[in-house]
């Protein structure tokens, strides 16, 4: 069933794309004709406004996306497109056993297709990419996308039934937590361990309004962590002012599902909290977070022992002049039970284990390009020997030098 629905939308994703092109095409050609002989030219049309960056986009940071490019598909109505092509290089020491100490890959190479107006409106994201993450080992685009999420990794149908209202169907961003997927959403290029207990994508329904002038929520049933078993619940609940806004989220599987994966981890059969405070003004981001997740004890499920890992975070994000900003992160996660009780390992580093992680992100960026590096550090605590880093795994400590470098496609590729 995953294959097909796969299938089907990769066909829509690269019927959408050829009609855009032979689109573009034909309006190149017909705005550059000239006016028949004895015509009397009209006067200029007025210029239309700047197409708006993409409306179902979360970008938290200091990059910024630009304007899409607009074009008439005829029946499908007008595209709004953008793309980015990134390529990602990795430096560590203590590296695990099969995750070399250095290695580079295309990071990014996706489209983003949507339909923004009208009563149907549909986002259709589709290429390869990677997930980088603190405290894993690193995985290649190819394998990324052939373990997790596949070629269209988001693609969903959207409703707007009324002025605050709307409902979306399809392969859905998770309504969980601060960091997004995709590397180029973030504070930082790899995410975090508080990242590393939330899902990324799950398949379902939602619904979406607006509360008032301050408020915002949605609602969505789904298959939690890409399961493929509709049993999850999801929420989230925003509050914005001004600079502030603050967000609760929450989720949980009304089932049970035994099934497991690289995209389906032993959480798939848990429930989390989450709490983002987030300050913007000015040349600062200020976002402190603070998130509980719970795998009950289910026999059944292979838990034989229940944990619960909890954690905290603070990202901050610092422009400067030129083009050039410095985001960081600093978080620590701690999990419940011991090795010797057989609690369910939360946390890769063993049961009961903790973890704290530094990460420092100078950036720069001017129009479409940009270029970033990441310096991290990972310190495990009530660590497994085994379970932490090093060839025999029993090392608290990794560094990690990590370059990205890419191209954000738009309307303008100057950015003014």
Do not use: C
Request: proline share 6%.
């Amino acid at each position: 069933m995953t294959l097909s629905i796969n299938r089907i939308l990769q066909s829509i994703a690269a019927a959408v794309m050829v009609t855009a092109i032979v689109a573009s095409a034909q309006t190149a050609v017909t705005s550059a004709a000239a006016p028949a002989p004895g015509q009397t030219p009209g006067p200029a049309p007025a210029a239309a406004p700047p197409p708006a960056p993409l409306s179902t986009f979360v970008l938290t940071g200091p990059l910024q996306w630009l304007p899409p490019a607009i074009f008439d598909a005829g029946p499908l109505g007008k595209l709004a497109v953008n793309g980015i092509v990134t390529g990602y290089s990795q430096f560590q020491n203590n590296s695990v056993p099969g995750d070399d100490k250095a290695q580079a890959t295309l990071s990014n190479g996706q489209i983003f297709i949507q339909k923004p107006d009208g009563k149907l409106q549909y986002y259709i994201q589709a290429g390869v990419y990677t997930m980088p993450s603190l405290g894993v080992p690193f995985l290649n685009a190819q394998n990324t996308v052939n373990d997790f999420y596949g070629p269209v990794p988001v693609a969903f149908l959207k409703i707007q039934a009324g002025k605050n209202t709307s409902f979306e169907a399809g392969s859905l961003p998770t309504l969980m937590g601060a960091e997004s997927t995709f590397t180029y959403q973030n504070f930082n290029i790899e995410r975090g361990l508080l990242w590393g207990q939330e899902n990324a994508v799950n398949r379902g329904l939602q619904i979406n309004q607006v509360l008032g002038k301050y408020l915002t929520a949605s609602f969505s049933w789904n298959d939690g962590y890409y399961s493929n078993r509709y049993s999850w619940l999801s929420g989230s609940l925003t509050f914005t002012k001004g600079p502030h806004s603050l967000v609760y989220d929450g989720m949980g599987n009304a089932g049970q599902t035994a099934y497991q994966r690289m995209a389906t981890p032993v959480q798939n059969n848990g429930y989390m909290h989450a709490v983002i405070y987030t300050y913007t003004k000015g040349a600062w981001i200020v976002q402190p977070y603070f998130q509980y997740g719970k795998v009950p004890t289910n026999l059944k499920v292979g838990v034989a022992k229940g944990a619960s890992a909890t954690g905290g975070a603070l990202s901050v994000s610092r422009a400067f002049k030129h083009g050039f900003s410095l985001p960081a992160r600093v978080e620590y996660i701690t999990s419940s039970g011991s090795a010797t009780d057989g609690s369910v390992n939360l946390l890769g580093f063993g049961s009961g284990s903790a973890g704290t992680t530094f990460t420092a992100t100078p950036t720069y960026q001017k129009g479409g390009l940009y270029l970033r590096g990441d310096l991290a550090w990972v310190h495990a605590t009530n660590y497994t020997q085994g379970d932490v880093f090093g060839q025999a795994g029993t090392n608290a400590n990794q560094f990690r030098g990590v370059l990205e470098f890419g191209f954000i496609f738009g309307s303008n590729l100057t950015g003014k």
